[in-house]
């Protein structure tokens, strides 16, 4: 069984509920754990480019309601990012 970092939810992490994947650190990692790396990023990258998207378009500055109005006004978002992705 493969045993993959975790980080508990802290700094960069904030809101993330409990345990999250993380890269692994090193130089001479074995080819798994640079696959593991690799695909860490390609599904960083896309989240990133959503709340760039979100941030680009002043959403969350102009919304006038509820905290759960919000959440899912960005989960639609993100979901219409990823689809689009």
Known sequence: ???WPTRDA???YQGAG???HV???GRRLKR??????TTHAKIRCIGEQAMTTLKRWRLLR???CSI???TDVVKAV???HHASA
């Open 62 to 64: 102009k919304l006038r």
């Open 18 to 20: 409990g345990p999250v």
């Open 23 to 25: 890269p692994f650190r």
């Open 10 to 12: 802290y700094e960069p």
């Open 78 to 80: 993100l979901v219409l």
């Open 32 to 37: 798994w754990k640079r696959r593991h790396d």
């Open 68 to 70: 759960n109005r919000i």
């Open 1 to 3: 069984m493969t045993q």
